[in-house]
């Protein structure tokens, strides 16, 4: 069993910057940062293959966000600059020990409480 706690959310105007953490319990190898908003599907915003480093990123948040993980503390962490009122959503860390399509949110095991992000314009 995996826990994950997410922390770093908040609200900010557009063209602001956040950082989003995701501490985790244990060493796990796929950890991704999904996004929900009401009355639509859990989004895939970046993932991050712990073993070799290799990330993937959602088309709407390439160049603006950055995924990266301290593997001393297991401990992920999502970089989130020029923000966007559509950036607005619950924010998801989920984790997995093997996953086939890395923003299919059904491929991960573990997934933590949520963190809301809002941007205002």
């Known amino acids: 069993q995996v826990q994950l706690v997410e922390a770093g959310g908040g609200s900010v105007q557009a063209g602001g910057s956040l950082r989003l953490s995701c501490a985790a319990s244990r060493y796990i190898s796929f950890m991704a940062w999904f996004r929900q908003t009401p009355g639509k599907q859990r989004e895939g915003v970046a993932s991050?293959?712990?073993?070799?480093?290799?990330?993937n990123y959602a088309d709407s948040v390439k160049g603006r966000f950055t995924i990266s993980r301290d593997n001393d503390k297991n401990t992920l962490y999502l970089q989130m600059n020029s923000l966007k009122p559509e950036d607005t959503a619950m924010y998801y860390c989920?984790?997995?020990?093997?996953?086939?399509?890395?923003?299919?949110?059904?491929?991960?095991?573990?997934w933590g409480q949520g963190t809301q992000v809002t941007v205002s314009s």
């Open positions: 989920e984790a997995g020990l093997w996953v086939r399509e890395w923003d299919d949110p059904s491929d991960y095991m573990y």
């Open positions: 991050i293959y712990i073993g070799i480093g290799s990330t």
